[in-house]
């Protein structure tokens, strides 16, 4: 499994970015999630969907500001970012494994990671 991610940059606080995830899988179980890292933190979890089916999953924190999807035919999940603020900036990273219930939202859920793209949101 290989994973690209692509997309960062730089931002106004209020604007738009959209990330992608170009995703090499050998089956269809899998579950591509994104996550993020700013400086002196911890990893957090952003967002996640399932390769199969339309279920999607976000953190509190960017609920009804960013979106995921993604184009099976490219292989690639989006991370749509609307209306960022400051706090988002921060290294994204797309990552994909076979989480179990309850756990998708867990860095240890995931096998495979991309290499990461920056976001910087500045005011």
């Known amino acids: 499994v290989q994973l690209q991610a692509s997309g960062g940059g730089l931002a106004q606080t209020g604007g738009s970015l959209r990330l992608s995830c170009a995703a090499s899988?050998?089956?269809?179980?899998?579950?591509i999630a994104w996550f993020r890292q700013a400086p002196g933190k911890e990893r957090e979890f952003v967002a996640a969907?399932?390769?199969?089916?339309?279920?999607?999953y976000y953190a509190d924190t960017v609920k009804g500001r960013f979106t995921i999807s993604r184009d099976n035919a490219k292989n690639t999940v989006y991370l749509q970012m609307n209306s960022l603020h400051a706090e988002d900036t921060a290294v994204y990273y797309c990552?994909?494994?076979?989480?179990?219930?309850?756990?998708?939202?867990?860095?240890?859920?995931?096998?495979?990671w991309g290499q990461g793209t920056l976001v910087t949101v500045s005011s």
């Open positions: 899988l050998h089956s269809r179980d899998y579950s």
């Open positions: 990552a994909a494994g076979r989480p179990i219930v309850g756990t998708i939202r867990a860095t240890r859920s995931y096998t495979y």
């Open positions: 969907v399932r390769w199969s089916g339309s279920n999607t």
